[in-house]
């Protein structure tokens, strides 16, 4: 698949040729849902909690007597069925993360680049970097590619300049090409590659022990 490549000023500079076993697979929707959730879940925090009837403070003995009142028959103030008793089925703490297979989510992060190139979302942009740090820096290059929506941009490393300066952007997001998110790969409106991190892309994942 042919691309073409641009200057940080927006103006096309050459064209580049992306590895088709990443950028032009058939899309797995299956695989990306499934990559997607499991980001999800690992995300949780599973630290909700409620009292059974046995943790709610309050005393065992019985409200009134069991006949002769004209009441239904009570055992206690921290039954479920009282104001401020215990909670019936309610959450307790737990662990909502899952391992998901390793070659399912490459798979799915392949698809979601193929999905992102074919659908014209994919900008591959030369090599740059924002020695200054300063918002306003990297703000001026990405109004050449982007027109405020939902941002993200793939790095050919771990740019902590780039990544200084864009902190303060709620829309735009940050991926090394090692360390992709397939949630935030997979809604971003606009994808801003780097032209080295096309090429690191195809060597991470162009695994052939993967095909066996």
Excluded at 82 to 102: E, H, L, Q, W
Aim: net charge positive; proline share 3%; glycine share 8%.
């Amino acid at each position: 698949m042919e691309k073409k490549v641009y200057s940080i000023d927006g103006k096309e500079l050459r064209t580049i040729n992306l590895d088709d076993k990443i950028f032009g697979l058939p899309v797995n929707e299956d695989v990306i849902y499934y990559a997607i959730t499991n980001e999800l879940a690992n995300k949780r925090v599973g630290t909700a909690c409620t009292k059974t009837r046995s943790e709610v403070h309050g005393s065992n003995a019985k409200p009134y007597k069991q006949k002769g009142t004209g009441n239904a028959r009570r055992g206690d103030k921290k039954s479920p069925l009282c104001v401020g008793g215990g909670t019936i089925f309610g959450p307790k703490p737990r662990d909502f993360s899952y391992a998901m297979p390793k070659k399912a989510k490459r798979l799915a992060m392949k698809s979601i680049l193929s999905l992102q190139a074919q659908s014209d979302r994919l900008t591959v942009v030369e090599d740059f970097t924002v020695e200054s740090g300063k918002t306003k820096d990297l703000v001026k290059i990405l109004n050449n590619f982007t027109k405020g929506e939902r941002t993200v941009v793939l790095l050919k490393d771990d740019d902590a300049k780039i990544k200084q300066a864009g902190k303060n952007l709620p829309n735009v997001y940050f991926l090394s090409f090692n360390r992709l998110r397939a949630h935030d790969l997979f809604y971003g409106r606009k994808v801003i590659m780097l032209e080295t991190a096309a090429k690191n892309l195809s060597d991470f994942y162009a695994d052939e022990k993967e095909a066996k």
